[in-house]
């Protein structure tokens, strides 16, 4: 941190805006790269999953729990893991909190993890989270939306070491 160069306030002002400039028009690109993201067409789900859950087996369709929107974390908590994954925890840690304010939007998160259910559960507990979170253990859920298995990340082959990989899939219910 010693290395920066020091410069008056006016070259400062004028280096700032010239970043600034660069931020805005990234800021532009992201907005319009995601706004191609939502206009992606919706894939139909006619597979049946059945995910482990506190209460029982669940379906997809359970897991709304009578939202219309479903956000699913795959949490990294591979079968033979003690613990889960941390940067995926540092994210859970970030987002117990919002669960009240993505309800209210009539939205669920819950997170999905190859793990045995009372492994999952217990480590909930241990780290004080309230997200619910099912084990897909025995089922293809992760590698069909493009994160599991030892080669496979974003439906593109690449190595995955740890057999796990992290991300975000999102469904919407409909009549």
Known sequence: MTDHKVVAHDDWIEARQALL??????????????AERRRLPWEKVDKEYSFAGPEGAESLADLFAGRKQLLVYHFMFGPDW????????????????TLVHLE?????????????LD??????????????WVSSGGTTFQ???GL????????????????????????????
């Open 21 to 34: 400039a660069k931020e805005k028009e990234f800021t532009r690109l992201r907005d319009e790269l995601a």
């Open 82 to 97: 003690e613990e889960g994954c941390p940067s995926c925890s540092f994210w859970a840690d970030s987002v117990d909190g």
């Open 148 to 175: 599991g298995g030892a080669t496979t990340y974003n439906y593109a082959e690449q190595d995955q070491p740890n057999g796990e990989s992290p991300g975000l899939s999102v469904f919407a219910l409909r009549d």
């Open 104 to 116: 209210h939007r009539d939205t669920r998160y819950v997170h999905v993890s190859d793990a045995p």
């Open 119 to 132: 492994e999952l559960l217990r480590y909930r507990e241990r780290m004080g989270w309230s997200i619910p």
């Open 143 to 145: 590698e069909d939306f």
